[in-house]
């Protein structure tokens, strides 16, 4: 990342929160974040944290009601998405912006052909003959790495792999060229050998299509090689946001620090226990005023218990919320 | 390691699911070789990692070493209790020998039942209480064994959370005191930061009751944390079985490298200078396996003779064993 990068979405404050029978989910609590064109974003966290719901916000998924977006804006070149119409976002989504999903066989619709699918988007946005979007939509299976895609235009998603059905919405994702892919979890339901081969043909694809990319996920290995920045969410907040170099290396946040040390490594001998993290995430029924990792934290002060700390620099590019300074943040592998 | 007698020996175990087809009148059309042919023993107190990608059949063999499904072929010798195809003693003793602890904590346990009921289920079929005091008092006693409070025995599963789930499913696997548990994918559906909760959990009940693990998962940095001795299973075989630092810092079979270099290292600098193998395609169909070698289509060393031959199984360093062309004398 250079620093003349220019951001191309700017979150700013977000809040969501859901409405149910139970009383109110604070799932979002007031985030904000950006991301620079051409950068690689991964936004890490257990499930719960937020990280899928952000997205969503940003992509004007969220059913309304339940949800509810409280505050927060998302500038995207110059328009705000969190407030734009219905009409705008179609237009938006699929050309500018687009998502892939974790689970490709219930993103894809099963009683669909995988060309009509293709086709299906590329003349919503591109006013092209269905012949012309057939011809694009072989090179766009080519170009995922689909053997033999002009014949498998006519099959549908059952007759597809769990990775070749991720190639196909990869493809579908890249029909309009947009310029943020959001990715949410695109490779946990798959074997670590075939999640290797789409974490190799996204690299290729960022590359051949200069694409900004959000990478969302629980896996703090895969975005290791992926990503350019991380942001650590826990509980709907942020929790650290580092270069991906300083957040390995020199992770701030007590959270990150037990997250990672709680990950056994292929690559070296064991010579510890797993440094299990005490308890559950919080609940997310109770409006947060304290830091939310409090409870699970082994260097808890008072005044956590009162305050929620800011997210705040402590260096050029790194941030934490946090009110301890942390001195030794080795996580005991070395 | 294997000074002793083993507890579990499995000898060319083999199970097959018949397809059929017609709805009327239905004919055998073929059979999933879905485990063809496995051998391993496990000794006392060690955990055994049985790892592979999705229906390389490792749950299967699993569920039928513990005859959940009958075997189609071979031999299952848990202490010293023999069951094959042709003999089925006890097989009550055997389960209340053996247990296990499923992957998907929501779906594992039954959301009409109380914990108490889940937890004592093992008790009650093999009369291992006397009066309902001693039961109570057992069901308690193994709820603190896995960190839950005894206050809770009448809560009903949705009133957990994941990882709390996953510890009421290994006390119910304790309640029968096993010797041996089969540990199918425990921790696969938990967040990071509760895996290792259960994890260290499996390891201090390990310690404590001298338990016996085949540990069968998809995560191959765990596998290595927690596993005395690994197998590497493809497509119904197994290709690689060693003690677990020979087989991560020497793997011996093309499909073992690819495995190990697939697998994300949470340390950016070491992912980058790393040289991946990119296995192209996917796992080809157990209905009608390869020739040879089963991983000759998308081996990148593969040569003749390893689609006409199926490969030996050899020992090729102490305790190192390989199933692979490349190590058998022409």
Redesign the interface.
Known sequence: MDSISKPLLQVEDLRTRFHIPEGTVYAVNGISFVINEGETLAVVG??GCGKSVTMLSIMGLIPIPPGEIVSGKAIFRDKDLIHISEKEFEQLRGEALAMIFQDPMTSLNPVLTIGRQITETLRTHLSVSQEEAEKIAVELLERVGIPEASSRLGAYPHQF????RQRVMIAMALSCNPSLLIADEPTTAL???????IV?LVLKLREQFHMTIIWIT?????V??LADRVIVMYAGFIVEEAL??DL??NPRHPYTL???G??????R??DR??????G??PNLLVEPHSCPFAP?CTHVIERCWVENPPLKAIAPNHKTACWVELNDTSIGTS | MNEAQPLVIIENLKKYFPISSGLVFQKKAGSVRAVDGISFSIAKGETLGLVG??GCGKTTAGRTILNLYPPTAGKITIDDQEINTENKPDLKEFRRKTAMIFQDPYASLNPRWTVSAIVSEPLRVHKLFKNEKERTERVNHLLNLVGLSSRLINRFPHEF?G??RQRIGVARALASDPLFIVCDEPISAL???????V??LL?DLQDQFGLTYLFIA?D???V???CDRVAVMYLGVIVELAE??EL?ENPLHPYTQ???????????????E?R?I???G?VPSPINPPSGCRFHPRCSVAFERCKVDIPEWLEEAPGHWVACHLYTNP
């Open positions: 257990e499930s792999s769990g990775g070749m074997d670590v050998t075939i999640q290797a081969q190799e629980h896996d703090l290995g895969v290791a090689g991906v170099d390995y290396g037990a997250l990672l709680a990950l056994p490594r292929v690559d001998r064991r226990r797993l440094n299990s993290i005490p559950a995430p699970r | 990608e999705s959370s990882g709390q967040d990071v930061s509760i895996q290792a909760q994890v260290n390891e998809h191959l940095s765990m290595r944390h927690i677990r630092n991560y690819a495995l190990l270099s697939a697998v994300p290292i949470p340390d950016p600098k070491r992912d980058r790393r991946r990119i296995l192209s996917d």
